[in-house]
């Protein structure tokens, strides 16, 4: 009997584990997360959202300013996750290129921009621990990884676009590499 109750109160206890959690969530990153998406939707609106889509268009022109230079200036400016946002401005067949690069940079860069991802600077702060206790320079480390990072996440989103390509294919399905204009896509 005593097997059944234990075993219950764990199974409880895992819940009321993830009621924490959810909880810690709702005082910490949901509404940073929520501002974060109030203040990107202000900017584009102040910017206005042809200059937004503008970017974009430029960038999306060649996969160097596609997968380098947007991913690199949208995390710098928005941070993790909101930079992920500035996909929604590209053609649908760069999307999953965008989000292969994009979700890789937002951690790559963390070395020299903590900002871009605070929620997993652990990560970085325990390699960097390691390398201080060989004697070695963590800012060179953090360039290294920087420049290391933007090559592999140019060629993840390269390679996004080729696979995109070949599953569309194979799939029959089109996906449109041309832009919207601001009326058509809030028409749609």
């Given at each position: 009997?005593?097997?059944?109750i234990?075993?219950?109160?764990?199974?409880m206890?895992?819940?009321?584990?993830g009621?924490?959690?959810?909880?810690?969530?709702?005082g910490?990153?949901v509404?940073?997360?929520?501002?974060l998406?109030t203040?990107?939707n202000?900017?584009?609106?102040?910017?206005?959202?042809?200059r937004?889509?503008?970017?974009?268009?430029?960038?999306?022109?060649?996969?160097?300013?596609?997968?380098m230079?947007?991913?690199?200036?949208s995390?710098?400016?928005l941070?993790?996750?909101?930079?992920?946002?500035m996909?929604?401005?590209?053609?649908e067949?760069?999307?999953?290129?965008?989000?292969?690069?994009i979700?890789?940079f937002?951690?790559?860069?963390?070395?020299?921009?903590?900002?871009?991802?605070?929620?997993?600077l652990?990560?970085?702060?325990?390699?960097a621990?390691?390398?201080?206790a060989l004697g070695l320079n963590?800012?060179?480390?953090?360039?290294?990884?920087?420049?290391?990072?933007?090559?592999?996440?140019?060629?993840?989103?390269?390679?996004t676009?080729f696979?995109?390509?070949r599953i569309s294919?194979?799939?029959?399905?089109?996906l449109?590499?041309?832009f919207?204009?601001v009326?058509?896509?809030e028409?749609?």
């Open positions: 009997m005593d097997f059944i234990n075993l219950a109160e764990g199974f206890g895992l819940f009321q584990e009621a924490n959690v959810f909880i810690d969530w709702m910490s990153i509404p940073l997360v929520l501002i998406m203040a990107m202000a900017l584009v609106n102040i910017l206005g959202e042809e937004v889509t503008t970017l974009a268009r430029l960038s999306a022109k060649n996969p160097v300013s596609r997968y230079i947007l991913p690199f200036v995390t710098f400016m941070g993790n996750p909101m930079s992920i946002t996909g929604r401005f590209l053609p067949f760069y999307k999953p290129g965008w989000a292969a690069s979700m890789q937002n951690h790559t860069s963390n070395g020299i921009f903590p900002h871009i991802n605070p929620g997993e652990f990560v970085w702060l325990g390699i621990q390691g390398v201080q963590i800012t060179e480390l953090a360039i290294r990884y920087l420049l290391v990072g933007l090559v592999m996440n140019f060629v993840g989103g390269w390679t676009d696979i995109t390509e294919k194979q799939q029959g399905v089109t449109s590499k041309e919207e204009s009326a058509e896509a028409a749609n």
